[in-house]
């Protein structure tokens, strides 16, 4: 009983977040096809347009745990074209952190090869932040996940990082890919904030977003 009442909720409020669209039009400023996949998942209609200006770079000194989040402004603001008042753009970036140290995507494939044996053996968290911004306000937020590796020898990443080029991904891994499947001995958290988009979060905060914008 229990269940079919939350898949009751959910559906309620699919509808409610349809109604509260009414016709405005998303666009997700992000390359990403994890992220473009997750958002068709969420069965929500959106455009897909990387039209950016400026660098993506943080303060040093920033604290790692706020990385994602500042990025994922900095991308919206640094949207080139102005948003008309039907428009609502979706910006996000992950970071994987190990140890204090933040791992974004490796530069070649040695890259690769050396952060994920530092990420070998050790739980390491992975956040993502997004911005969802109109033509007059934001609201920014993030979800930070918690992967612990089982211990990888030097073949199975020399395996991985030649047969998946991981060189476009935060700490060198896609999690949806062969090493998710048999490297991973522990998650807390969201599945889906590994892979780039938290969409169960990302759900309630963009009814809250447009329930705050009618008023």
């Known amino acids: 009983i229990k269940e079919f009442s939350n898949n009751k909720l959910i559906l309620m409020s699919m509808f409610e977040l349809q109604n509260k669209l009414n016709g405005r039009r998303i666009i997700l400023g992000s390359a990403s096809p994890r992220r473009r996949q997750l958002l068709e998942q969420m069965d929500l209609k959106f455009v897909v347009d990387t039209s950016f200006s400026g660098r993506e770079d943080y303060p040093q000194g920033l604290k790692a745990e706020q990385v994602a989040e500042y990025l ?3 991308k919206s603001f640094n949207f080139s074209k102005q948003l008309s008042s039907d428009q609502i753009l979706i910006t996000a970036d992950t970071v994987v952190i190990c140890e204090s140290t933040i791992m974004g995507k490796p ?3 040695q ?10 053996g050790k739980t390491h968290k992975v956040i993502t932040g997004v911005c969802i911004r109109d033509d ?3 609201l920014l ?13 030097p073949c199975d990443i020399k395996y991985y990082v030649e047969t998946y080029n991981p060189c476009d991904k935060a700490g060198a891994y896609g999690i949806q890919e062969w090493i998710g499947a048999v490297a991973i001995k522990k998650i807390e958290g969201s599945f889906f904030n590994i892979m780039g988009l938290p969409t169960e979060k990302l759900y309630y905060k963009l009814l809250d977003f447009l329930d705050s914008s009618e008023h």
């Open 136 to 138: 007059t306000d934001y």
């Open 72 to 74: 994922a402004k900095q």
């Open 141 to 153: 937020f993030s979800d930070c996940s918690m992967v612990e590796f089982y211990s990888l020898s």
């Open 107 to 109: 530069k070649n494939e």
């Open 111 to 120: 890259d690769a090869f050396e952060m994920l044996s530092t990420l070998s």
